[in-house]
Every structure is written in structure tokens, then in C-alpha cells.
């Protein structure tokens, strides 16, 4: 059952790759517990420079697997709640991922493959690509991945279009802010951001992440002002970044950038 395709370039660009075109990478217990393993052991490797999360096939994925729904509805509340937690461990491990993350989709993006694309940190879509939370359609609600979408999209337009369950399109989702871009070459696209991530510091990355994970969640107080400046000045006297200020005033390219090109 090779659901999931990893890989990690010479660049430091890793891929999660969902494979089941077939099912139009619906996914099921196995292939969470695949993301989940593997997003795990990608966020500890030291080669790793960002992600990328994209699909095969014509659709990025439609949500939850249909012989795996069916399998719910004989299951107890214990084992609902397991897997449930599973794929809320999914979205937190993609949400908190240490490293820039975009993603690629084409075709349809249903119920929970939305959390995924919220969860990352860009998302590039072709133009006929189409969205839907559609959950409240089978009786459910888009329970585990509501705190990315109502971050993601609002809370005003997660109410309209969690309690609809109608479809938008690219343009919409742009509009939303639930991708970044819609471009007829996906690929060049992703590979434009790729590029921009690697031309900057891994470490400023990685550290740019949590610092705006943190201001998001915390009022703006005495206490989120001296962290701020703490982490300006903790990050200025680091190895990184004081090749990154010398490389500017000396008019060549930083380390990270040299090695990219070795």
C-alpha cells in the first residue's frame, strides 16, 4: 500500500506525495497514520529544508475515504474517537511543522484535504480547481480541521461555507485567502516559492515560523513586546545571522545561498 510517496531532493526540498489517483487520494487510518509518520521523521531530519505536500492524479483529494466512513458507522464512540484524535494529530503535525511548507492542488479539494491545505504555509491551485467543506452533507460537521479554517478563511465565511457545504472555485478560494496563487503551471509556480524559501536563512525560518505562530495567539502586551525583541536580537547575534548582515554589507550571496549552488 504505498499510499504515500516521500522524498527529499539534494536541495533540502522534501515531498509528501498522496498516491491513490484511484480513490482520488481519499484517505483512510492507514494513510493518516502514514502522513503522521512521515511528517514526523521529516520535521527531525536535518537535510530538510521545507515540504512540499501535493497528490497524484487529477484531483488533490476528496476527503475522507468512503469504505473508511462506512467502517465508522459500525464503530463505537471509543474507536470513532481514536481515529478522530489521529487525524487531528495529522493537522497539527502539518500546522506546526518546523520548516516552510506549500502545497500543490489540482482538480477537487473536499472535506478534510481543506485542513490540509490550511495547515500549510503557501498553496498554489490551477484555475479549475474546486473546493468544498462537505461534511454537513453526510450529517457530520468539519470538526478537526475548524480552528485552521475559521484561522484560515475567517470566522464569518467558515460560517457560510461549513453550513452550505456549496462548492467554490479557485478564484473564490484565492479571494478567501485559502490559497495564494492560481496559475495554469502549477509547477513552475511551486517551484518559484521553492526557490524564494531557499534563498533565505534556514534558521531565520525556521524561527520566523514560531515567532508568528506565537503573535497570533497571544495578545499584544509588555510580555509579546519583550519576547519580540528578544527574538530580533537573539536571531542578529546568531552564526546566521550575522552572515546574513555581513554577506549584505560585503554585496555577495550568504552562505546558505552559496551551498545551494555547490
Wanted: charged content about 25%; proline content about 5%; overall charge negative.
Amino acid at each position: 500500500m504505498d499510499w504515500l510517496i516521500t522524498d527529499i531532493d539534494e536541495r533540502g526540498v522534501a515531498s509528501l506525495c498522496l498516491n491513490r489517483p484511484e480513490k482520488f487520494n481519499a484517505f483512510d487510518e492507514v494513510l493518516i497514520g502514514q502522513l503522521v509518520q512521515a511528517l514526523s521523521e521529516l520535521a527531525s531530519d536535518p537535510k530538510v529544508r521545507l515540504l512540499v505536500l501535493k497528490a497524484e492524479g487529477k484531483h488533490f483529494s476528496a476527503g475522507a475515504d468512503l469504505n473508511w466512513m462506512q467502517r465508522q458507522v459500525t464503530q463505537s464512540f471509543d474507536q470513532n474517537l481514536a481515529e478522530a484524535e489521529a487525524l487531528a494529530e495529522l493537522m497539527m503535525r502539518l500546522d506546526s511543522f518546523p520548516h516552510p511548507t506549500v502545497c500543490r492542488v489540482q482538480g477537487s479539494a473536499f472535506g478534510g484535504a481543506l485542513g490540509l491545505i490550511a495547515c500549510c504555509d503557501i498553496a498554489v491551485a490551477e484555475p479549475k480547481a474546486q473546493f468544498c467543506l462537505s461534511e454537513v452533507k453526510l450529517g457530520l460537521i468539519p470538526a478537526v480541521i475548524s480552528p485552521y479554517m475559521v484561522r484560515t478563511l475567517g470566522h464569518r465565511q467558515t460560517r457560510r461555507y461549513a453550513l452550505t457545504a456549496e462548492r467554490f472555485d479557485a478564484a473564490t478560494a484565492l479571494a478567501l485567502g485559502l490559497v495564494h496563487e492560481v496559475t495554469d503551471n502549477l509547477d513552475s509556480q511551486l517551484e518559484h516559492f521553492v526557490n524564494l524559501l531557499l534563498g533565505n536563512g534556514p534558521e531565520a525560518l525556521v524561527a520566523c515560523k514560531q515567532l508568528l505562530d506565537q503573535v497570533s495567539r497571544e495578545p499584544l502586551d509588555d510580555a509579546l513586546r519583550h519576547h519580540t525583541a528578544n527574538e530580533i536580537a537573539r536571531i542578529r547575534v546568531s552564526p546566521e545571522g550575522q552572515e546574513g548582515l555581513k554577506a549584505f554589507f560585503d554585496k555577495r550571496p550568504p552562505g546558505w545561498q552559496v551551498k545551494r549552488h555547490v
